[in-house]
């Protein structure tokens, strides 16, 4: 079993930037990829950025590639996410998750992640 715990949310303006960080309870290896996926009021989870933790290569959902960047450290078993430029359409709770088994690639799908943070709100007003 892994625990994830986010922390980092709040309430910001149009503009500003937040940092989420995620820490996993025990090592995590270098075929599992981490993602964090949000979900807005009345709306499906969805994908935002993941990482594969041996290698750190990336992908991000289109709506936010070149605001927000997903990183990692090894060292502390903990995953973030900054966001620059926040839009009142990224307001939602943001998820980390852990896909424990990806031997290639980084999946954008809620159902192949095997453990789930409790979330953090992310507030953005115009």
């Known amino acids: 079993q892994v625990q994830l715990v986010e922390s980092g949310g709040g309430l910001v303006q149009a503009g500003d930037s937040l940092r989420l960080s995620c820490a996993a309870s025990r090592r995590t290896f270098n075929n599992y990829v981490m993602g964090w996926f949000r979900q807005a009021p009345g709306k499906e989870r969805e994908f935002v950025a993941g990482i594969r933790w041996g290698s750190g290569s990336t992908y991000y959902a289109d709506s936010v590639k070149g605001r927000f960047t997903i990183s990692r450290d090894n060292t502390k078993n903990t995953l973030h996410l900054q966001m620059n430029s926040l839009k009142p359409e990224d307001t939602a709770v943001y998820y980390c998750?852990?896909?424990?088994?990806?031997?290639?690639?980084?999946?954008?799908?809620?159902?192949?992640?095997?453990?789930w943070g409790q979330g953090t709100q992310v507030t953005v007003s115009s």
């Open positions: 998750a852990l896909d424990r088994d990806r031997y290639s690639g980084i999946s954008y799908y809620t159902s192949d992640y095997d453990y």
